[in-house]
Nanobody, 125 residues
């Protein structure tokens, strides 16, 4: 059973940066596909970024050039570096894992079977 714990959220001014962490346990991280999703009030969940078990990455158009996903297999942690933050980035951010053995990313949250508890990111002056 994969377990995920997010951290690193907080309040930041527009133009600022945050780094979110997703600590993974239960399986080797390099065997898993990990995605970052976010959900703002009264909005649908959105796939922000994803890293496949091969290390390939994907981003939503709204965050390309500002966010970077990476992973440290030794620390079993996936990171989401968020730069040039905007008020519209305000949301609860979740990391999710696709089932063991699946190698590729997906934009559909229903394809991710394990989730963390989420971390709040608020971008406001």
């Amino acid at each position: 059973q994969v377990q995920l714990v997010e951290s690193g959220g907080g309040l930041v001014q527009p133009g600022g940066s945050l780094r979110l962490s997703c600590a993974v346990s239960g399986f080797r991280l390099d065997y898993l596909v990990i995605g970052w999703f976010r959900q703002a009030p009264e909005k649908e969940r959105e796939r922000v970024s994803c890293i496949s078990s091969y290390g390939s990455t994907a981003y939503a158009d709204s965050v390309k050039g500002r966010f970077t996903i990476s992973r440290d297999n030794t620390k079993k942690t996936v990171y989401l570096q968020m730069n040039m933050l905007k008020p519209e980035d305000t949301a609860v951010y979740y990391c999710g894992a696709r089932p063991f053995g699946v190698r590729f990313c997906s934009t559909n949250g229903a394809d991710f079977g394990s989730w963390g508890q989420g971390t709040q990111v608020t971008v406001s002056s």
